[in-house]
């Protein structure tokens, strides 16, 4: 992974020596299970400050008898180093969205939302029916599973628990990663409520500042 880092920062360094090319940076986010955004965290804090850690996120969903848990991550940095990233993390398995600086223009009311793929289809249906204009520019869906576990709400002994474990992390479950740009901006605080009102995380570009 250093050596990836080394050969991406020296593609930058060669574009950006010249004095008419501005390096470009935009924001992605990252979703997958624990062991990806680690991953996906460490190369972000060896790229040499190129791309920085907006924030990053551990959630457990309660379902029933079973919590289900991802992690995501929002990066912002050169746009030739986020390329890397998008390769390693659809390599294993990950959901990325990048979002350009162009799309603050062109696009009202930027929103990424991260959730379960049942989930997700669910919420854009509700927005629909609501009758919110509203588009999605992009999505990005894993490949690989995201953990479950039993919560501590079910009284088994624990090796119970870790034998039974396999069986539901047989049944994959698919996280997906979507950009929509909500066209009104009154419909925003609606759009917001829906989602979080079916335990979707939504990171509204509104509330995103970077210092170059």
Known sequence: MIEDNIRVLRQAARI???GTNKIEKNWCVIAGNVD????MAYKAIASNHNVKILFREHVILKEGKL????????????????????????????AYIEVAKEYLNTE????????????????????????????????????????????????LPNFIKSAL?????????????????????GDVGKVQSIATSNK?????????????
């Open 16 to 18: 950006s020596s010249d």
């Open 200 to 212: 979707i995380f939504v990171i509204d570009f509104r509330d995103i500042v970077t210092e170059d």
């Open 36 to 39: 990806l955004i680690d991953a």
């Open 67 to 94: 919590d289900k848990k991802f992690d995501f991550i929002m990066l912002y940095g050169n746009t030739l180093i986020l390329n890397d990233f998008k390769n390693e993390a659809h390599k294993r398995g990950g």
């Open 108 to 155: 009202p009311n930027l929103m990424v939302l991260v959730a379960p793929d049942d989930v997700i289809r669910r919420t854009v249906t509700v927005i629909e029916k609501s009758k919110i204009p509203f588009a999605i520019i992009k999505e990005s869906q894993t490949t690989s599973f995201i953990d479950i576990d039993i919560n501590n709400e079910v009284k």
């Open 165 to 185: 474990k396999p069986f539901y992390n047989a049944n994959e479950i698919v996280l997906s990663a979507i950009l929509i740009s909500v066209e009104k901006d």
